[in-house]
């Protein structure tokens, strides 16, 4: 049976729940992508603040997420499924 997780995203946070649990992760709406490639985020979340003035040349921290709304569609779709990514075991589909 997968488990059944809600996504609550905000300006500054992002928290995801997962059935029969409380939150599972909490942490920074921010993304790191390198040269445009959304496909492979150098940094999401926690990983991703902390890179806040210390970026070579070509990378990009984006908040996708501005005043609730979705300003950056492609980028938030990383950030989510990284999130997701982080959360799931090895062996589950979610």
Do not use: C
Request: hydrophobic share 35%.
């Amino acid at each position: 049976m997968r488990p059944k997780i809600a996504i609550e995203t905000g300006t500054s946070y992002t928290k995801i729940y997962k059935s029969r649990a409380d939150v599972v992760l909490y942490e920074p709406s921010v993304i790191a992508i390198k040269n445009g490639n959304y496909k492979k985020p150098i940094a999401i979340g926690d990983d991703a603040y902390n890179l806040i003035g210390k970026t070579q040349d070509g990378v990009k921290i984006i908040f996708p997420v501005n005043h609730t709304e979705i300003v950056d569609t492609k980028a938030y779709s990383a950030m989510v499924s990284g999130f997701i990514n982080k959360i799931r075991k090895p062996h589950e589909r979610i």
